[in-house]
């Protein structure tokens, strides 16, 4: 059974910086097609950025060029860096893993971790 925690989320000023990790369990993540989303308040979720099999890497125009994910093969952990942080990015940060699914839609995601807040105070 795949499973996944999330961590790294917290209060940040406007313009800072922060690293969310995604610990995956139960299958190597190299194997794994990776996304993260988020999720403000009375919103969809948004796609934010995915890293497939091989290593490549596909973000949202909302965040490309400021936040940036990767794994870690050796330790199976995801990362989400995010830097030049907005209010307008205060939300619950979702990671997701699929073996085969792969791509911007959060149907394509069979394992979801809890989430971590995110908030960016002005």
């Known amino acids: 059974q795949v499973q996944l925690v999330e961590s790294g989320g917290g209060l940040v000023q406007a313009g800072g910086s922060l690293r969310l990790s995604c610990v995956v369990s139960?299958?190597?993540?190299?194997?794994?097609?990776m996304a993260w989303f988020r999720q403000a308040p009375g919103k969809e979720y948004e796609f934010l950025s995915a890293?497939?099999?091989?290593?490549?890497?596909y973000y949202a125009d909302s965040v490309k060029g400021r936040f940036m994910i990767s794994r870690d093969s050796a330790k199976n952990l995801g990362y989400l860096q995010m830097n030049s942080l907005k209010p307008e990015d205060t939300a619950v940060y979702y990671c997701?893993?699929?073996?085969?699914?792969?791509?911007?839609?959060?149907?394509?995601?069979?394992?979801w971790g809890q989430g971590t807040q995110v908030t960016v105070s002005s």
């Open positions: 997701a893993v699929d073996p085969s699914n792969f791509g911007r839609q959060t149907y394509g995601y069979n394992y």
């Open positions: 139960g299958r190597t993540i190299s194997d794994l097609n």
């Open positions: 890293i497939n099999w091989s290593a490549s890497t």
